[in-house]
């Protein structure tokens, strides 16, 4: 059975103040590691797609990084606006289906 | 470009009343369709997928049932809500029939069950 935890479940930061959130997965044959944004009350925001290990993507702010077993976000120099909660899901042998984890909750502060 | 709708966006139902919700995805053909349910606002657990007309799936034993009348139209029915079916509902597409299982999520549902 394909698992996703992230850590840490809540995490605040100072505007400026840059960190990462975890993303640690086990899954049968990998098809794609997926990270999104959610604001409160509105449904997910796709951000990226990692398919094999030493991958990286970024936007804006944002990189995503991939192991064999993990996904680090990472949040350079954060801003308000970058509060939300990020999600990370996996994409195994089961065409089509994803594993979600519980999210992090990102607070910034000015 | 590919958008999706999901309505209504929020509904007030008693125990015991019937359940209809929609989703919409226009932009795009042949789509894999999805519904999930978000408790206290954090993971998703995915509840019907849908690879085609009339193909349902269901992943989890509950009072709930999806049916997929048209390409891209899916729907989330109850005959008799239970207090335990409140939550966000979420409507999720992807393209069919690609090495890449990126999903697109609708808006939202949110239901309260009293």
């Known amino acids: 059975e394909d698992q996703v935890t992230q850590s840490p479940e809540a995490l605040r930061l100072q505007e400026g103040e840059s960190s990462s959130l975890n993303c640690s997965y086990t899954?049968?044959?990998?098809?794609?590691l997926f990270w999104y944004r959610q604001d409160p009350g509105k449904g997910p925001e796709f951000l990226f797609t990692?398919?094999?290990a030493g991958e990286e993507k970024e936007k804006e702010r944002l990189k995503a990084t991939l192991t064999k077993k993990e996904s680090f976000l990472h949040i350079t120099a954060p801003k308000p606006e970058d509060s939300a909660t990020y999600l990370c899901?996996?994409?195994?042998?089961?065409?089509?289906?994803?594993?979600f984890g519980q999210g992090t909750i990102l607070t910034v502060h000015p | 470009s590919q958008t999706i709708h999901q309505w209504p966006a929020t509904l007030v139902q008693p125990v015991g009343s019937p359940l209809s919700l929609e989703c919409t995805v226009e932009g795009t053909s042949n789509p894999n369709l999805y519904w999930y349910r978000q408790a206290a606002g954090r993971g998703l657990q995915l509840l019907f997928y849908?690879?085609?007309?009339?193909?349902i799936s269901s992943e989890v034993p509950q009072n709930l049932s999806a049916s997929r009348p048209q390409d891209r139209q899916f729907i989330l029915s109850s005959k008799k809500l239970l207090l335990s079916d409140s939550g966000f509902y979420l409507c999720?597409?992807?393209?069919?029939?690609?090495?890449?299982?990126?999903?697109?999520f609708g808006p939202g549902t949110r239901l309260t069950v009293l």
């Open positions: 999720a597409w992807s393209v069919r029939d690609t090495s890449t299982d990126t999903q697109y």
């Open positions: 849908s690879v085609g007309i009339g193909q």
């Open positions: 899954v049968s044959g990998l098809r794609g």
């Open positions: 990692l398919y094999s």
């Open positions: 899901a996996v994409g195994g042998t089961s065409y089509g289906k994803l594993t």
